[in-house]
């Protein structure tokens, strides 16, 4: 079996407000420019990441849709969804296809488009990522969920009521150096003090900002690329998800991740490498708890003190180990079900050493990680700058 599977085209539409733009068209245009940045190579099988086009756009049978529309009629075409993972989910699919052999070249798209809904029918959507019967029933949503484990953190772990902005101040100082991101200015630490409750004690600056937005990747093995590439290669080198209790209150310490610590574990095992030898992670900011949580299941923190990291700019750009490199779901935008496919064409997009004023010098090996909910769904994926023949 052939495991040198490669990225080998990227493309992404800005995320924002696209009202006049419809959900095939972002899919069609993020995945124009993913086939032509691969130097014309034609999918066998497309995977479409997304979350909540039933709810919020009244349609289903992405892989159809977006297939046809793009000319690709009559290859496989099927849509995974997994909440917020929906996009790492597609991508460990598409992997997993060419990895078989059964696929020589994959196509992945993520896709969401929340501007189909402007009220609250979006928190509506949002909750039926939820335990339906015991979560939303009761009012719960996304965002007041996180609110319950920020409170939780930050009362067991003695945490101040700024112990977070550290996650959104890197995450916009970031943001404002990528073209494609939602919000690209930065913020100071004193802005975030200012700024309004969403959920006590989640402000404005804590939660990620629902947008539109599409991206894509092609994948194939190394030895299938057009001759002459004109890109630095970059391989999954591992690959992995897991899953947990859905409902937050089943857990026996919702302040844990195992379904993140497991994922990163097996992906690492995969790749052959330790946590030291990751230059940059890209976690799923969706929520400022989420990204210490996160930090700390991937064990790069102790429990309790993913926090302190970003306090101590070790997560910033020139940091031992920077997150969020284009911003992150903070500032980027959160595409709901796109995320994770917008992650692994910044990370390598970073790893070709195309990450323009947010380059990490000497980048190799990153890590990218798609949560579903509160880690309910992980998935994560180790990505690898090779050179052809290597």
């Known amino acids: 079996m052939n495991n040198n599977i490669v990225i080998a085209g990227i493309g ?5 407000e696209h009202w006049k733009t419809s959900l095939r068209e972002l899919a069609h245009y993020a995945l124009e420019d993913a086939i032509k940045d691969a130097g014309g190579l034609r999918p066998q099988a497309l995977f479409v990441a997304n979350m909540l086009a039933p709810n919020l756009s009244k349609q289903s049978h ?3 849709l977006i297939a046809d529309f793009s000319g690709f009629v009559g290859i496989e075409a099927v849509t995974v969804e997994a909440a917020g993972a929906s996009g790492g989910a597609a991508l460990r699919q598409g992997y997993l296809a060419v990895l078989s052999g059964m696929v020589d070249v994959a196509l992945v798209v993520g896709v969401e488009k929340f501007t189909d809904v402007v009220d609250a029918g979006t928190e509506t959507a949002l909750a039926t990522t939820l335990d339906s019967d015991f979560e939303a029933v009761q009012g719960v949503t996304p965002t007041s969920q996180a609110a319950l484990l920020m409170r939780r953190y930050m009362h067991e772990f003695n945490v101040p009521a700024d112990g977070l902005a550290g996650f959104p101040v890197t995450a916009h100082a970031n943001g404002a150096g990528n073209p494609n991101a939602m919000f690209r200015r930065a913020i100071k630490a004193e802005t975030y003090a200012r700024a309004g409750m969403v959920s006590e004690p989640l402000n404005m600056f804590d939660a990620a900002p629902n947008a539109d937005g599409a991206a894509a990747v092609i994948l194939t093995r190394a030895d299938l690329l057009p001759p002459n590439f004109p890109h630095p290669l970059v391989r999954i080198s591992g690959s992995a998800s897991a899953s947990d209790l859905l409902a937050l209150h089943d857990r026996p310490d919702p302040l844990t991740f195992p ?8 992906a690492l095992e995969k790749a052959g490498l330790t946590r030291e030898q990751i230059d940059f992670f890209e976690y799923h900011d969706a929520f ?4 210490a949580l996160s930090l700390e299941a991937a064990g790069f923190a102790e429990r309790g003190r993913g926090w302190e990291l970003a306090r101590d700019g070790v997560i910033a750009l ?18 709901g079900g796109a995320t994770g496919v917008y992650q692994a064409v910044e990370a390598a997009a970073q790893l070709r050493g195309g990450g323009g004023a947010n380059q ?3 980048a190799r090996y990153a890590m ?3 949560l579903g909910g509160p880690a309910a769904t992980a998935v994560t994926h180790v990505l690898e700058r090779v050179e052809i023949g290597e």
């Not at 992150?328 to 959160?334: E, Q, S, T, V, Y």
């Open 360 to 362: 990490v010098a000497g």
């Open 62 to 64: 992405l892989g159809a």
């Open 318 to 335: 020139n940091g031992k180990l920077p997150c969020a490199t284009m911003g992150g779901l903070k500032a980027r935008g959160n595409p």
């Open 368 to 370: 990218i990680q798609s």
């Open 259 to 266: 379904a993140a610590r497991r994922s990163v574990e097996t």
């Open 288 to 291: 400022s708890i989420y990204a």
């Open 12 to 16: 992404q539409t800005a995320v924002g």
